[in-house]
Nanobody, 124 residues
Framework: QVQLVQSGGGLVQAGGSLSLSCAAS????????MGWFRQAPGKEREFVAA????????LYADSVKGRFTISRDNAQNAVSLQMNSLKPEDTAVYYC?????????????????WGQGTQVTVSS
């Protein structure tokens, strides 16, 4: 079992930056692929970013590539999402996720563990 507790988020103007953090507890954090999904009102959950267990590979949705950066610290059992140049369309509830193994990074049902969700609101 892995428990994920998120922090960060909030309200920012377009063009601004926010950072999300996720602290994990439970089984060996370094065994898990970590990621972030988001869900806007009336829309399905969508993939944002993922990072492999070693941190050696990162993946991003096209909509955030070049603006968001995912990172992890296996010594601290933590993963972060730095969000720059935010746009109103980035407004959503963001979820930290974890799963064992590689592949299927973009599919929400592939992730076994979910954080509680954090609201990010970008005003125009």
């Amino acid at each position: 079992q892995v428990q994920l507790v998120q922090s960060g988020g909030g309200l920012v103007q377009a063009g601004g930056s926010l950072s999300l953090s996720c602290a994990a507890s439970g089984r060996a954090f370094s065994d898990y692929t970590m990621g972030w999904f988001r869900q806007a009102p009336g829309k399905e959950r969508e993939f944002v970013a993922a990072i492999t267990s070693s941190g050696g590979r990162t993946l991003y949705a096209d909509s955030v590539k070049g603006r968001f950066t995912i990172s992890r610290d296996n010594a601290q059992n933590a993963v972060s999402l730095q969000m720059n140049s935010l746009k109103p369309e980035d407004t959503a509830v963001y979820y930290c996720v974890a799963k064992g193994g590689g592949s299927f990074y973009y599919i929400p049902t592939a992730y076994n563990y979910w954080g509680q969700g954090t609201q990010v609101t970008v005003s125009s």
